[in-house]
């Protein structure tokens, strides 16, 4: 009922709406609406009330809650269940436990604060307090293992699709698996799998996206190449609408995939990245490339055309212009 309550408060932006409408909306007496705003006024929201003109938001804690999330939620399954706390490890921990005990695909984790936050290839991610989204979304896709990699490209495509719907920031896309605005990075993709060789059980995908930060909350050795939407944009962004619009085209772009294959992500992917077309130099495990980044194969790949004409396919490295 909160959920709702805040959707319609939402709803009514900068104007008064009268108890009566609220009650008429929600099915439930002027009391019970009262009582309701009592309790959001406890959780920090300031809403106004007026004689004759009813209730009217003033102030949201912009926190990552079931109801704020639901408030604006408009999907069939992402984002349905939500597992949020305030302070974890990392969001993937606790979406592994979920996704073993059963969780439903479109279950999502999220928490206000990581203290280890996880990165790729081990590295820590930077998930200050209240700031940022920090969210782990459980999917149990039909296809075999090895089309996992897709699920990153996806990932970045409902990430920037989501940011752009919201707040209408040039957000593009780094293979694989970082989000930009103006060259700086604002979003990281780490996708981890419950799987036997030939099945996936659970795939878990963990997002990361700078939101309300200033450019000194990032830590010193990030600075230069961080930022977040407030600082590329105006003012201070609701995260949990953030989220909602995010999962929306999520479950759009995925359902689409299992539906249709991998063809149509492929191609907004390719509309929305930065990184073909461009001279790139790509940083592997075992080797370091330079050249042309040409596209991305069927599967996710990168294609890369070296100097001397070939062809390499890059399955997994870091990308420098
Ligand atoms: C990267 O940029 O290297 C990937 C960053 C992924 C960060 C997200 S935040 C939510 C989830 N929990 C984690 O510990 N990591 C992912």
Redesign the pocket.
């Known amino acids: 009922m909160r959920d709702k309550l805040l959707a319609i408060l939402h709803d009514s932006g900068s104007s008064y709406i009268s108890g009566q409408e609220i009650s008429d909306k929600l099915g439930i007496s002027r009391t019970a609406v009262w009582k309701h705003i009592e309790e959001l006024r406890k959780k920090g929201y300031k809403i106004n009330a007026v004689t004759k003109k009813g209730y009217k938001m003033e102030y949201t804690p912009n926190s990552i809650t079931a109801d704020e999330i639901n408030a604006y939620l408009d999907t069939k399954t992402f984002g349905r269940v939500v597992h949020s706390f305030d302070q974890v490890?990392?969001?993937?921990?606790p979406?592994h436990e979920a996704a073993r005990e059963d969780a439903p695909e479109g279950t999502i984790v999220v928490?206000e604060e990581?203290l280890?936050?996880?990165?790729?290839?081990g590295?820590p991610?930077h998930?200050p307090k209240g700031t940022?989204?920090?969210?782990?979304l459980i999917l149990r896709p039909s296809f075999p293992p090895q089309q996992a990699p897709q699920l990153t490209l996806l990932t970045a495509v409902a990430i920037a699709e989501g940011v752009r719907k919201v707040t209408d920031l040039p957000v593009d896309i780094k293979w694989p698996?970082?989000l930009l605005i103006a060259d700086k990075?604002i979003?990281?993709?780490?996708i981890e799998m419950q799987s036997d060789p030939d099945e996936i059980h659970a795939v878990i995908v963990?997002?990361?996206l700078n939101i309300n930060q200033k450019q000194e909350d990032f830590p010193e050795d990030i600075q230069s190449r961080a930022t977040s939407l407030a600082i590329a944009g105006a003012g201070q962004y609701n995260r949990a609408q953030l989220l909602a619009e995010i999962l929306k085209q999520y479950e759009y772009w995925y359902f689409r995939m299992l539906e249709e294959g991998f063809g149509p992500v492929r191609e907004k992917w390719e509309a929305l990245a930065v990184t073909i077309g461009k001279y790139i130099t790509a940083v592997t495990t075992r080797k370091t490339l330079c050249g042309l980044a040409r596209g991305i194969t069927k599967d996710g790949v990168l294609l890369l055309e070296t100097e001397d004409g070939k062809i390499e396919y890059i399955y997994s490295a870091d990308i420098h212009e």
């Open positions: 490890n990392s969001t993937q921990i979406a928490a990581q280890k936050g996880k990165g790729r290839m590295r991610f998930s940022g989204l920090w969210c782990s698996n970082d990075k979003a990281g993709i780490l963990g997002f990361g």
